[in-house]
């Protein structure tokens, strides 16, 4: 049996969570705590918190039962390789214990997994994209070579479990979440997402690359700025958004049928890739900057423009996006306070919903890539929480007369899975068309193109030019040399064998 679906390539880490609030990266040691906090367990500030009724659950598990949810975003495979000890082995982590012991140290991030088999059909989550993530210290380094470390952790994650299934389109995902038979015995289906621009080395030949390996989205870039692109942390510093090889990047991945993600990316960011792209868009875990004015969050002249793209926003669940100011540290870096709960969430739903529509409201939780998350009534959520979150989305309609009950069992399975399969199915329609039009775009990043502060555009790269005179010597016996016949040798072989 098989249950998630890898596509795309995410880029989602708690390390840099605090890099959108202050404007600048933050070294690793600020998540390691100097000593062990006290969280309370129930906040003042959410004392009265009321969980929805034994009825609106048990709506919400009915609606869903059919549906199931299939969220934007999801960290599984950054949290095998950065529980300690920081490795890519998946014993680590045994997926078919409900809560799996996590880190020794308390204060110690990721803690554990908030995702496991027993969880997610608890949830009913029935597929996600799991993200393929390296921070942005390794832009202009050695990004694409920690996506496809990456890219083996989740693939060997998927064979290591019999319950996990990745579908290649949209058509088979959908089959395989709605069969009564796979959800019998229970098999999820998982897509991966490139996470971050930065991860493909500024290279469209690269992006293809991905694709084949599975990869169905790409987030535009994360905390950082690249040269074609600028990220969330730039909105109050630059109008630059997309470059002209940006503009090449999104239109390429139309091409292809990878789904553009616009989470993690400036304002502008958005605006201009909206007004490039022919294909829907999606923001894989992002909210309302009405609601909460975060630079993460879409503004609502985009949600506008979300509308008629007919893409989706998919709310995400992380604590410091859904409301400013949610998460209190104390003075040695523990969170001792978190005063999010369903409720705040089902604001931005709402918010979304009833201003561009409820075929534009999605689910991206960000589980696995950041540690704090709405509480319930007495424990933090994990991936077993979609049916709260519902519950409290139907209490919340019944109360206003225009939702009859159909209405709201609709609009509780368009947000669960039916519009990010809408969006994906339109993805895959218009890369049809465009195939049958364009060829691959091979177009190289020009050299003079630099982020927009001259400072962030450092790199390890060689440049395009063949080395001049006395630059690298071939002596017969240096690396190059010998690496060059490696490859001419695996060519021959191929040549002949053919």
């Not at 038979?181 to 290279?203: A, D, F, N, Q, V």
Request: aromatic fraction near 10%; glycine fraction near 6%; include cysteine.
């Amino acid at each position: 049996m098989k249950l998630f679906e890898f596509v795309a390539l995410g880029c989602v880490s708690a390390r840099f969570v605090d890099v959108i609030d202050t404007h600048e990266i933050l070294p690793l040691e600020r998540f390691a705590r100097k000593k062990a906090g006290v969280r309370k367990e129930k906040p003042d500030c959410i004392k009265d918190y009321q969980s929805p009724s034994a009825d609106a659950l048990q709506k919400a598990n009915r609606y869903l039962e059919g549906h199931g949810v299939f969220d934007g975003h999801n960290d599984l495979p950054m949290t095998y390789t950065y529980l300690t000890p920081k490795n890519q082995d998946l014993s680590k982590i045994n997926l078919y214990e409900r809560e799996p012991p996590g880190q020794s140290d308390p204060n110690i991030w990721p803690q554990n997994s908030q995702t496991t088999i027993p969880l997610a059909k608890e949830g009913q989550l029935r597929a996600q994209f799991w993200s393929i993530y390296w921070g942005c210290s390794s832009n202009g380094k050695d990004a694409v070579l920690w996506a496809l470390e990456q890219i083996d952790v989740a693939k060997r994650m998927i064979e290591k479990h019999d319950e996990f299934i990745v579908p290649k389109t949209a058509n088979e995902a959908e089959a395989l979440i709605r069969d009564a038979k796979y959800r019998k015995g229970y098999r999820k289906r998982e897509r991966t997402i490139l996470g971050c621009g930065h991860m493909i080395g500024e290279s469209l030949a690269v992006l293809r690359q991905f694709y084949d390996l599975g990869v169905r989205y790409m987030t535009l870039t994360h905390s950082c700025d690249l040269p074609w692109v600028t990220s969330s942390n730039a909105d109050s510093k630059t109008d630059v958004g997309l470059s002209e090889f940006g503009v090449k990047v999104v239109q390429e991945m139309n091409r292809m049928g990878m789904i553009v993600d616009l989470s993690h990316v400036s304002s502008q960011t958005m605006r201009d890739a909206l007004g490039n792209v022919t294909a829907p868009v999606m923001f894989s875990h992002s909210s309302a900057r009405a609601i909460a004015d975060h630079p993460r969050n879409v503004p609502d002249d985009v949600l506008q423009m979300v509308k008629t793209n007919n893409g989706v926003v998919m709310v995400v669940f992380y604590a410091g996006f859904v409301k400013r100011g949610a998460v209190e540290y104390d003075e040695d870096g523990n969170t001792v306070n978190i005063c999010i709960t369903a409720d705040d969430v089902v604001d931005h739903m709402m918010h979304i919903g009833e201003l561009i529509g409820w075929d534009h409201v999605g689910i991206g939780a960000d589980y696995n890539g950041a540690e704090d998350f709405l509480l319930t009534q007495k424990e933090r959520s994990n991936v077993s929480s979609y049916p709260l979150v519902f519950g409290k989305l139907i209490e919340r309609l019944e109360k206003l007369p225009q939702y009859a009950e159909a209405e709201i069992e609709s609009i509780v399975q368009r947000i669960a899975s039916d519009n990010i399969l809408r969006v994906w199915k339109d993805v895959e329609e218009e890369a049809q068309k465009l195939q049958n039009e364009k060829e691959p775009d091979w177009s190289w990043i020009p050299e003079t193109d630099r982020t927009w502060d001259e400072s962030n555009s450092y790199t390890c790269k060689s440049g395009r030019d063949w080395p001049e005179e006395g630059e690298e010597k071939d002596e017969g016996n240096s690396a190059f040399s010998k690496s060059a016949g490696v490859f001419t040798f695996v060519f021959a072989l191929f040549l002949i064998n053919f």
